[in-house]
């Protein structure tokens, strides 16, 4: 079966009465085809918020947790599996309303459909909802109206579509009802066809409904959206890698532990279960979910205030400062998506024209000094003004136009250097057409003389010129577009001619000739603050990759103009990449830095081959078209301000003031974060072993153990939470943006890091048993030495902090950098005197009141905990 674009109109027509599209289907027809095809709405599949809070129980955290609860209750210690229980659905909770505070990726994507649509339904021209819309309705479309659904226009009138948002293409696309021949035709060129989610910008046409709801263009990326599975950050990566490690050891060491406890037949059974999910429970780092989320938020929430950035997922913020490569969109990203005349040929004179963007705002110079109008200049800028189909307009945010950016930049540049509009009357336009790539308007003057000005591509004027006057120069001024071509410029050229007495402008009246007046070089200028952030971003090892619908030579040049890469800009085009090899697409992905012409899944196929090669991307975009890559990405960035709902919803991370310039800031801070993280689980993990060893120690030798699970719960998770808000505040270390990103290979611990886990550990064992047997040989009981223990360790922890927050000694200058810390601490210890003094404490966590010297004990060891911390520290500094 031929495709739809390939259709004629006659065929088309016959499916309606006497051939006549405005007919359209009857009330019958649209009622049946409705039941049997279903409303007009894109259908996304939603999580159930029941099922995501379940799912954070498929965790072997909480499996170990769930089954230590259950042990206690079965030996009769209840205080200590409420307190077990109550973790878990604390860090339930915790996942929970991070998981949720995302936006689903496709929840809104179907607000992008019109929400009404005129059609003709039985022989009348009435409005109904877009939901409605079934296959065969005709639709009428004028300027303004969102496209509803996919359609085969069928009558066209100045029809032109915007399609950027879904297609990549900046130019306005003119429909025509024309059936096309040839196969497989790139979207952005199917010039019969109007795709649902774009606008109408001008003229008015009738299209007839042949693809609704999934079945459409953006249906089908949505449905593609859908089926990408949303990959785990390297950051949770690597924190589940801890979190199965450690479990599985204290699994591993627990059972050993209790097979030998049985053996020794030192406790009873009831004692030893005790015992063992006591070490169990030690062992397990609780606190980490919680901390990493709490460290993660604060750094969310700051972006949020300082950056106008919007992080969807929390982990997200954390895997930019991994990125070691970056695909983004030129359009509105990289550059300003408002097209700029920069510099005019009229004559044998260049002119340059400052300011950028549509505010008019800017002036004219000749060889660097502000320039005069000439006639010839005059006649230029009215020619631009005139050959326009486009209003320009002010509004609260700042300039903006209706209509196409090309003409929009002419009448930016007429209200630079004219204070008043022309005072031409129009009396035809001839709009633009693709197959003759000019527009052109028949006005008329004061003096009731008529002007034809024309505005076009270089190679549509230059012949008519040369009809209009045998001396006119056709290779120089050829040379002179080229030269600005190669540039990365938009060329245009204008010119008129003097006609009599006509009604209306035809190509033919062209076509035998027009007066020359110039050339115009444009140009969508680059964000300023993206060249400031593109060395950012190469100084850092990140590499930056534009994908675009651009030509290939402007997108090389602007990517040369940006600095998007040291050394020379290499450029690849969706058709060449088409042709490649899987393992080809690999290579070229790491050694192109351009992108051109491309396809919403040549960046789909992009991203992919970049993840393949182990490289950790992040992908910026605005359009619908961009939304499969987005999620694909280990990371999705969508502007805020010019992006569409479908891209916000696709991606990770929104930048609300569309500043790609952000990105720096942000992998600065995302590396800020990932370095606060590990020191927070170098500082977490070493208590979990220390309470572990202790246990297992006491186990193993037949003693009492020291420690109760409670009293290992509230030293895992109060304490720990208290004091590692501290991390939150810690600031970026000097360099952090000269390093390379981390691999995706990079384990986050070192061996050196294993080992300072080990000695530190250890260290907070040995002097909290040596504490404990010498506080019993004291005659003090046993609860004053359980309670000695526990804050020996809470301590110990306090003093640990101050060594493994900085690489610079523990209390040089940079312990007071973190001023929160010093608050932080003693809220912390505000908590172990309500845990030691308090009568209800001290009976449900099994611990009593110490006295002055039990504490000065305390404090001797902790300091001398930090001591040794300091010592390894400074050895491993002058090795």
């Not at 290992?712 to 000097?734: P, R």
């Amino acid at each position: 079966m031929k495709k739809i674009y390939q259709v004629d109109i006659k065929q088309l027509a016959t499916n309606y009465e006497q051939e006549n599209f405005r007919a359209g289907l009857t009330s019958a027809q649209a009622h049946s085809k409705l039941t049997a095809d279903g409303p007009n709405v894109l259908v996304s599949k939603q999580t159930p918020k029941w099922k995501i809070f379940l799912r954070q129980f498929n965790n072997i955290v909480i499996y170990i947790l769930l089954l230590s609860a259950l042990l206690t209750l079965m030996i009769g210690h209840y205080t200590d599996a409420v307190v077990i229980l109550a973790v878990v659905i604390i860090n339930s909770l915790i996942g929970y309303f991070q998981e949720t505070s995302a936006a689903n990726a496709l929840a809104k994507i179907k607000e992008l459909l019109a929400q009404n649509a005129t059609v003709y339904r039985d022989h009348t021209r009435q409005d109904v909802a877009a939901s409605d819309l079934v296959k065969g309705d005709v639709v009428f479309l004028e300027a303004g109206d969102n496209v509803p659904a996919d359609l085969r226009i069928v009558e066209a009138d100045n029809l032109r579509i915007e399609e950027a948002s879904l297609t990549g293409e900046t130019t306005a696309v003119t429909k025509t009802p024309l059936a096309l021949s040839a196969n497989n035709i790139p979207l952005a060129e199917r010039t019969n066809m109007a795709f649902a989610s774009t606008s109408v910008i001008t003229g008015s046409g009738l299209g007839i409904v042949v693809a609704t709801a999934n079945e459409t263009e953006i249906g089908q990326i949505s449905q593609e959206v859908a089926q990408i599975k949303s990959s785990k950050t390297p950051l949770i990566k690597e924190i589940d890698g801890v979190g199965k490690v450690v479990s599985y050891l204290s699994i591993i060491i627990s059972l050993v532990v209790f097979v030998i406890g049985l053996m020794l037949k030192i406790y009873s059974l009831p004692a030893l279960a005790l015992a063992v999910v006591a070490m169990l429970v030690g062992a397990i780092p609780e606190g980490l979910p919680a901390t990493t989320s709490v460290i993660l938020a604060f750094g969310v929430s700051k972006l949020a205030k300082e950056q106008k950035t919007i992080i969807k997922s929390m982990p997200a913020v954390e895997t930019l400062g991994s990125v070691n490569v970056i695909a983004t969109d030129k359009t509105g990203t990289l550059t300003k998506n408002e097209m700029t005349v920069t510099d005019l040929w009229v004559d044998d004179n260049q002119y340059q024209v400052t300011g950028s963007g549509y505010a008019p705002e800017g002036q004219l110079l000749h060889a660097g000094t502000k320039a005069q109008l000439t006639p010839n200049l005059e006649l230029l800028l009215a020619a631009g003004y005139q050959a326009n189909d486009t209003i320009l307009k002010q509004t609260e945010s700042g300039w903006t136009i209706n209509g196409e950016a090309t003409d929009g930049a002419f009448l930016t540049l007429y209200h630079k250097l004219k204070s008043s509009a022309p005072t031409y009357h129009s009396l035809d336009l001839l709009p633009f057409d693709s197959d003759y790539r000019y527009i052109a308007r028949l006005v008329e003057n004061s003096q009731k003389e008529q002007l034809i000005f024309v505005k076009g591509s270089p190679d549509k004027l230059i012949p008519m010129a040369q009809k209009g006057n045998s001396n006119f120069d056709q290779a120089l001024w050829t040379k002179r577009a080229n030269a600005w071509s190669q540039k990365g410029k938009r060329v245009i050229a204008l010119g008129y001619k003097s006609v009599t007495k006509q009604k209306q402008v035809t190509h033919e009246q062209l076509a035998a000739g027009i007066t020359w007046l110039g050339l115009a070089a444009l140009q969508d200028p680059p964000r300023p603050e993206v060249v400031t952030a593109l060395k950012k971003m190469n100084q850092a090892g990140v590499a930056v990759k534009m994908i675009t619908g651009d030509h290939p030579k402007t997108a090389q040049a602007i990517g040369q103009q940006l600095g998007l890469a040291p050394g020379k800009i290499k450029a690849l085009t969706g058709a060449e990449w088409d042709c490649l090899s899987q393992e080809e697409k690999q290579q070229a992905a790491l050694d192109h830095q351009v992108f051109a012409r491309t396809t919403p899944q040549n960046k789909l196929e992009i991203i992919s081959a970049l993840q393949e090669q182990g490289q950790v991307t992040a992908m910026t975009g605005d359009g619908i078209n961009d939304a499969p890559a987005l999620k694909k990405a280990d990371i999705g960035i969508a502007m805020g301000i010019k992006g569409t709902d479908v891209a916000k919803d696709a991606a990770d991370m929104i930048l609300a003031d569309d500043n790609f310039a952000t990105m720096a800031t942000i992998i600065k801070e995302g590396r800020k974060i990932h370095t606060n993280i590990k020191k927070s689980i170098l500082f977490l993990l070493p208590t979990s072993f220390a309470e572990g060893l202790i246990v297992a120690f006491s186990i193993l030798t037949g003693q009492e153990v020291p420690l109760q699970p409670a009293q290992l719960l509230w030293i895992n998770l109060v304490s720990a939470i208290t004091i590692q808000f501290a991390f939150v505040f810690e600031q970026a270390e000097s360099g952090l943006m000269n390093q390379p990103p981390r691999s995706r290979t990079q384990k986050m611990f070192s061996k050196a890091d294993l080992w300072q886990i080990a000695f530190v550990s250890s260290l907070m064992a040995i002097f909290a048993l040596i504490g404990y047997e010498w506080f019993l040989r004291l005659g003090v009981s046993e609860l004053s030495a359980s309670t000695m223990v526990v804050n020996t360790i809470v301590i110990s922890k306090i003093c640990y902090f101050f060594s493994i927050r900085t690489p610079k000694p523990a209390f040089s200058k940079a312990s007071l950098e973190n001023k929160p810390a010093w608050a932080i601490i003693a809220l912390m210890l505000a908590f172990q005197l309500f845990l030691t003094y308090v009568p209800f404490m001290q009976t449900a966590f099994k611990v009593t009141a110490l006295s002055l010297l039990e504490w000065s004990v305390i404090g001797g060891f902790s300091a001398l905990i930090l001591l040794l911390a300091e010592l390894k520290k400074f050895l491993k500094s002058h090795r």
